[in-house]
């Protein structure tokens, strides 16, 4: 039998009249009196601590508990757990309800920091961007930076040091294989002095085009230079026509 129903037994034992007791009007003796309170209080204390053992060591901390309380001795009997319906106690005693959440502890200290984890995957690509502003442009570079001129005379050299030099031009009339050169002259002329020249072989007689590249090199004291432009054949002189130049100093 439940524990529970132990002590109501007890408790209802007051109301009955034992006819071996011996004792009149039903009523029982002192002693008899105080062996039924002993009795009691040894089993609901029992109980009661088998219930708070139960609850201390299994039962969550959202549990509320329900019981009786005995107005004779203040014991507690008929303890349930969250019942959707309570025991009921003997008409002289009060229900009473409670859970076991206490109050809240204080915040422990921090960890220790983690260790670092494993680097992840490299993720998707992301879409393109839009497109940048333009740019401002960007200074000349170190690069060719040619003068034009048309005509047997070409540009001229007003600064000592090496230019690259080319030439386009048409030839009409040689009657015979030549040469035409390029050169560049300082002082004025008569006595001018030739400062460097190159030369290109014309391999055939007739009307044909000629083009010349080359390096002239103007010594420092010898600016500024003249550069001309001319074609001989076996025979004497050929005049070039439609003469192009393309002149950039060097470096």
């Known amino acids: 039998m439940p524990k529970g129903h132990r ?8 109301r009955r009249t034992s006819a ?11 002693l008899k009196k105080l062996a039924i309170l002993a009795a009691a209080l040894v089993v609901s204390t029992g109980a009661f601590v ?4 139960a609850v201390a060591v299994s039962s969550p901390p959202a549990t509320v508990y329900t019981g009786c309380v005995s107005q004779f001795g203040g014991t507690l009997y008929n ?17 009473v309800s409670w859970n076991q959440t206490g109050t809240q502890g204080v915040a422990g200290a921090t960890g220790a920091t983690g260790a670092a984890g494993a ?12 497109a940048g502003a333009t740019g401002a442009q960007g200074p000349a570079g170190p690069g060719f930076n040619f003068t034009t001129a048309s005509g047997t005379t070409g540009p001229t050299l007003s600064q000592s040091g090496t ?3 080319v030439v386009k031009a048409h030839i009409l009339s040689a009657t015979s294989p030549g040469n035409c050169f390029v050169e560049a002259d300082t002082g004025s002329f008569p006595p001018q002095q030739q400062v460097d020249n190159f030369l290109t072989p014309v391999p055939q007689a007739g009307s044909f085009f000629v083009s010349l590249s080359g390096m002239l090199v103007v010594p420092s004291g010898e600016t500024p230079a003249t550069t001309t432009m001319g074609c001989a ?3 004497g002189n050929i005049q070039p026509t439609d003469v192009s130049w393309w002149v950039s100093p060097v470096g």
């Open 119 to 130: 680097t992840g995957a490299t993720g998707p690509a992301g879409p393109a961007g839009p």
């Open 163 to 165: 230019y690259f030099v």
């Open 7 to 14: 002590v109501q037994a007890v408790f209802g034992s007051r």
């Open 79 to 95: 303890v349930t757990s969250s019942p959707a319906k309570p025991k009921s106690c003997f008409f002289h005693d009060a229900q």
């Open 50 to 53: 088998g219930i708070s053992n």
């Open 20 to 30: 071996s007791s011996g004792e009149e009007g039903g009523s029982p003796s002192p």
């Open 233 to 235: 054949d076996n025979t």
